[in-house]
């Protein structure tokens, strides 16, 4: 059984260009979490999703950053318009069930906005 | 809102030492714990899960307590290894948002020297 996959490991996008960032959750996962973690911080909660359903969004900025979960399919986390501060290390993670379960975390996208 | 803090930031000892990693939360309605290793520039490895009805939980030379009560928790390992170096993240899970967000702590960055 396969991990959390996130795609590209690493990815470099220019100002005002678009970042996508792929999440594939275990197999059997239905519930999709993004964090982001700035140079030198913690991580951040950003969105939390089920199959073609965002629950939770309060994490997320409201302009430029969307998500979403298809039915078939990774997860996407969209950036448009990067900026310098979108620079970070953006992580996704899966579990099973919503409550009392552990969360499974991917090894990350690193986005570097030039 | 949920706050986390994590003492200290960073830990140098010596490889054998016994040592201790605090951990501290704002709101002790909690749902659960989880404690991370994260080494540089990878993903994030699940170490131990605390139920909020628990008071420990221990894997290998790793001990992990939970004082919910007063917003604590520790993370004790034993015999320290050069291999243990990393950093250290302490998450909880609020019970009213138990299916969605972790709230993580900045970490401790921990170096155990040959």
């Known amino acids: 059984n396969a991990g959390v996959m996130q795609n590209p490991r690493h990815l470099v996008r220019r100002r005002g260009q678009e970042a996508r960032l792929r999440c594939s959750p275990m197999?059997?996962?239905?519930?999709v979490y993004w964090y982001r973690q700035l140079p030198e911080e913690g991580l951040k909660f950003m969105v939390y999703?089920?199959?073609?359903?965002?629950?939770?969004e309060s994490g997320m900025p409201k302009e430029r950053f969307s998500a979403e979960f298809p039915k078939e399919g990774p997860s996407i986390l969209r950036i448009q318009q990067v900026v310098r501060g979108d620079s970070a290390a953006y992580f996704c993670?899966?579990?099973?069930?919503?409550?009392?379960?552990?969360?499974?975390f991917g090894p990350g996208t690193r986005l570097t906005v030039t | 809102k949920q706050e986390v803090t994590q003492i200290p930031a960073a830990l140098s000892v010596p490889e054998g030492e016994n040592l201790v990693l605090n951990c501290s939360f704002t709101?002790?309605?909690?749902?659960?714990l989880q404690w991370f290793r994260q080494d540089p520039g990878k993903g994030l490895t699940s170490l131990l899960l605390?139920?909020?009805?628990?008071r420990e939980q221990t894997s290998g030379r790793l001990n992990a307590s939970l004082d919910k009560s007063s917003g604590r928790s520790t993370l004790y390992i034993a015999a320290s290894q050069p291999g243990d170096s990393a950093t250290y993240l302490c998450a909880v899970r609020n019970r009213e948002t138990s299916g969605s967000r972790l709230t993580f702590g900045e970490g401790t960055q921990l170096t155990v020297n040959p």
């Open positions: 605390i139920q909020s009805s628990q």
């Open positions: 709101d002790s309605a909690i749902y659960n």
């Open positions: 993670a899966s579990s099973p069930l919503s409550s009392g379960i552990e969360q499974y």
């Open positions: 197999k059997g996962h239905s519930h």
């Open positions: 999703l089920q199959k073609e359903n965002i629950i939770d």
